[in-house]
């Protein structure tokens, strides 16, 4: 991940590889409580993350 941060062309671009193989790394429930009450979208994100988590499982 770190590597994917340093080299990327676009810091953005790192990060959001980064966070994405942390999300399939450590799943849904490494984010903080606080961040996810922030979110914006609720009513758009959450059906398709439970049909993510369900899939999953």
Do not use: T
Not at 9 to 37: C, F, H, M, N, T
Not at 40 to 54: A, N, S, W
């Amino acid at each position: 991940m770190l590597a994917a941060s340093l080299y990327s062309k676009s810091y953005g671009q790192g990060a959001r590889v980064a966070g994405g193989i942390a999300g399939l790394r450590d799943g849904v429930r490494i984010i903080p409580e606080r961040w996810l009450k922030n979110l914006r979208g609720k009513e758009i994100y959450e059906p398709e993350l439970k049909k993510l988590i369900d899939w999953r499982c």
